[in-house]
């Protein structure tokens, strides 16, 4: 499924994110990697499969899209270092010839040292590139002529069947100025959005894409 965007094309994929195709980028909202390993850390027992599902996404993304970039729109690593830092690093060794670079988002509190280590290039500031502004929030005002592109939210929406079946699933949201990516990582919930007349809604369901 592909969408353009102030003359931009962008391929849709059921992974949970978008390939920005004039650019050869993929960009990536909310991998939260870490987050298990934190609550586990903090006496809180969660399993950790998910840990090695997102890694596993990652890795086969990007040997099916063989991006020139990775932009992650903020949220890569949840909160302070712990070991799956180091399992992302080598996923990064593995992808020389890819460009990674990250849109500094609220739960991004490591040392830069860390973000060095592992060749990543950080964005303090929202990333502007072809009428685009890729930020980790959506912005409350956007230049005139740009469209911004954003994470944080982790979009879903609730499906309903006949009888009282309800199904809450994630989304990507594409508004007359914004644009929504769903969260990456497994862990992580999603929070119901309310499209307005004219939007554009596409959910991941059962690993296929479907728009609403």
């Known amino acids: 499924m592909e969408v353009n965007i102030e003359g931009n094309n962008f391929r849709l994929f059921e992974e949970k994110c978008l390939l920005w195709v004039d650019k050869n980028a993929l960009l990536i909202a909310d991998l939260h990697l870490g ?3 934190h609550f586990r850390k903090s006496g809180i027992a969660v399993p950790s499969k998910p840990n090695d599902e997102n890694i596993d996404r990652l ?18 690593f949840h909160s302070h ?8 690093g080598q996923v990064i060794r593995y992808f ?40 980790h929030e959506p912005l409350d005002t956007i230049e005139a ?3 911004n592109i954003a994470g944080h939210i982790h979009p879903g929406v609730t499906l309903r069947g006949k009888g009282r079946q309800a199904l809450r699933l994630p989304c990507f949201y594409f508004s ?5 990516l769903p969260a990456f990582g497994q862990f992580t919930g999603t929070y119901r959005i309310k499209p307005q007349k004219g939007d554009k809604v596409v959910v991941i369901v059962e690993g296929k894409l479907m728009e609403v």
Not at 62 to 68: A, E, G, I, V
Not at 81 to 88: G, H, K, L, M, T
């Open 35 to 37: 987050k298990i390993n």
């Open 59 to 76: 890795i086969s993304l990007l040997q099916k899209t063989k991006p020139r970039r990775v932009i992650f729109m903020g949220d890569l």
């Open 81 to 88: 270092y712990n070991p799956e830092w180091e399992v992302f």
């Open 96 to 135: 020389p010839e890819v460009v990674f670079e990250l849109v500094v988002g609220n739960h991004d509190i490591m040392s830069g040292y860390q973000y060095e280590k592992v060749r990543l290039i950080r964005h303090d500031r929202p990333l502007k590139e072809g009428g685009l502004i890729l930020s």
């Open 145 to 147: 002529g740009c469209y």
């Open 176 to 180: 007359q100025h914004h644009a929504l």
